[in-house]
T-cell receptor
Framework: DAMVIQNPRYQVTQFGKPVTLSCSQT?????MYWYQQKSSQAPKLLFH???????NEADTPDNFQSRRPNTSFCFLDIRSPGLGDAAMYLC???????????FGPGTRLTVL | AQTVTQSQPEMSVQEAETVTLSCTYD???????LFWYKQPPSRQMILVIR??????QNATENRFSVNFQKAAKSFSLKISDSQLGDAAMYFC??????????FGAGTRLTVKP
């Protein structure tokens, strides 16, 4: 089945130690998104790729970066994680700018 | 800026009964999309239903239907014949253009057997 896959599902890192979260999709969608969701809160958009065009939200910390080497994969890099970055990170895809977004299961990040 | 408001942090419904979740939004745009997403305890966000603002007809998907009132900027979700599997966090979302998805704070729905 076509889907959005996130690895790992659970990630533990140490304060200040760089970490990379990965997302892949078999939907062949041209748009990929990264959201941060803290407990009992709505998802917050960090950035998205429209094909290779990177779009950063204005309030996304510089600590967060992303790479999209090809259509199928997108990575979220957190250069120096702080305790406040502990959250669920959701990847989503859509086939166009206004189409429905399909979400992966998320990666829960713990920062020690 | 577009904002989405869900005024009910928690709702409860008896199995087989009907429940309505409220959502209002603020926008100056005339062309946009509205969504209801469901996030069960396993945390994967699943699309429940979507509505295009240019369509007057309310969207329906099996037991799920919406009451879209464009002038009032209201977009409520009705769940009929509630089932235990409907228990989840429900997010209302607004979208206009690329990457511009805004979520409400969510409503946690409990279904009582």
């Amino acid at each position: 089945d076509a889907m959005v896959i996130q690895n790992p599902r659970y990630q533990v890192t140490q304060f200040g130690k760089p970490v990379t979260l990965s997302c892949s999709q078999t939907l062949n969608h041209n748009v990929m998104y990264w959201y941060q969701q803290k407990s009992s809160q709505a998802p917050k958009l960090l950035f998205h790729y429209y094909d290779k065009d990177f779009n950063n939200e204005a309030d996304t910390p510089d600590n967060f970066q992303s790479r999209r080497p090809n259509t199928s994969f997108c990575f979220l890099d957190i250069r120096s994680p702080g305790l406040g970055d502990a959250a669920m990170y959701l990847c989503a895809t859509s086939s166009g700018s206004t189409d429905t977004q399909y979400f992966g299961p998320g990666t829960r990040l713990t920062v020690l | 800026a577009q904002t989405v408001t869900q005024s009910q942090p928690e709702m409860s419904v008896q199995e087989a009964e009907t429940v309505t979740l409220s959502c209002t939004y603020d926008t100056s745009e005339s062309d946009y999309y509205l969504f209801w997403y469901k996030q069960p305890p396993s945390r994967q966000m699943i699309l429940v239903i979507r509505q295009e603002a240019y369509k007057q007809q309310n969207a329906t998907e099996n037991r799920f239907s919406v009451n879209f009132q464009k002038a009032a900027k209201s977009f409520s979700l009705k769940i009929s014949d509630s089932q235990l599997g409907d228990a989840a966090m429900y997010f209302c979302a607004y979208r206009r253009g690329r990457g511009d998805m805004r979520f409400g704070a969510g409503t946690r729905l409990t279904v009582k057997p």
